[in-house]
């Protein structure tokens, strides 16, 4: 059985639904999206972070989660913020062996 990759958007309130539209896909699924990682509940593999901080992607990384950054501070996986459905094909770069 293939588990479904969970995905959690942390952007401000006003570019959650826009980015979760552009994100969108059905090879994962968007659990959630938030304002920043301290309000993260839910289990998720990977989170796409828009222009975060060092300290939030060390965060999201000590919490188990590969992270994807658009613009700001780099993740495991940086997204040109002019082409952010770029990650619908580049989310499983995140789950090779290093």
Not at 66 to 91: E, M, N, Q, W, Y
């Amino acid at each position: 059985m293939c588990r479904v990759l969970r995905v959690v958007i942390v952007a401000p309130a006003e570019r959650q639904l826009e980015l979760r539209r552009a994100l969108s896909a059905l090879d994962y699924e968007i659990v959630a999206a938030v304002a920043s990682a301290d309000e993260l509940e839910l289990a998720a593999d990977v989170a796409v972070v828009l222009e975060p901080d060092t300290a939030s992607v060390d965060a999201l990384r000590e919490r188990g989660l590969k992270v994807a950054t658009i613009g700001g501070a780099p993740g495991d996986l940086v997204i040109d913020p002019l082409d952010v459905r770029a990650f619908r094909s580049r989310v499983w770069e995140l789950l090779r062996p290093s």
